[in-house]
């Protein structure tokens, strides 16, 4: 008889574990915005998560001074260099720019903007990736702006988290 009850509780358990591995990511918008990140993601049990570390820009202009600004271009171009190799990093991993839950945008003030982030310039590379027809998912992201990175011309380093479907 207790066989029979154990046998029934870890059948009853692993159904219900199955329910949530079964269960998809949850993006919560920003109530009454368009703009695009999400407020809140959940991720249910049993989803792997994967730590994708900070990416910095390639070399925009061979020809500029090697580790200038023109080396590697403004913020946008930067920022598009940066999502092209996360991106090429999660397609090494089978994930995709969907599966990113959390970003972390870290931004050097733009020395032809006083010294000012451009989060503007950020935005229109960001954009090119997130919230688009293609590829609707947005994660949360904060983005902050720093006074260095590891390269005197890096002005956008980006980290994420992604998780596996």
């Not at 993601?41 to 989803?47: L, M, Q």
């Not at 839950?101 to 229109?124: A, C, N, R």
Request: aromatic share 6%; net charge neutral.
């Amino acid at each position: 008889m207790k066989a029979r009850t154990g046998a029934a509780l870890v059948a009853a358990l692993m159904a219900m574990t199955g329910g949530a591995m079964a269960q998809d990511v949850v993006r919560h918008k920003i109530p009454n915005s368009d703009f695009p990140i999400s407020q809140a993601v959940e991720i249910p049990a049993g989803k792997t998560t994967v730590y994708v570390s900070g990416a910095v820009p390639s070399v925009a202009d061979e020809k500029a001074e090697k580790g200038s600004l023109a080396a590697y271009g403004d913020t946008k171009t930067q920022t598009v260099s940066v999502l092209k190799s996360i991106e090429k990093t999660l397609a090494s991993l089978d994930l995709k720019m969907g599966d990113v839950v959390k970003m972390q945008v870290f931004l050097v003030g733009d020395p032809g903007k006083g010294s000012k982030m451009d989060f503007s310039g950020f935005m229109e590379g960001y954009t090119q990736f997130f919230g688009t027809k293609e590829q609707p998912n947005l994660p949360t992201r904060s983005v902050f702006q720093v006074a260095g990175l590891a390269a005197p011309g890096f002005l956008v380093e980006i980290e994420v988290t992604a998780v596996r479907p």
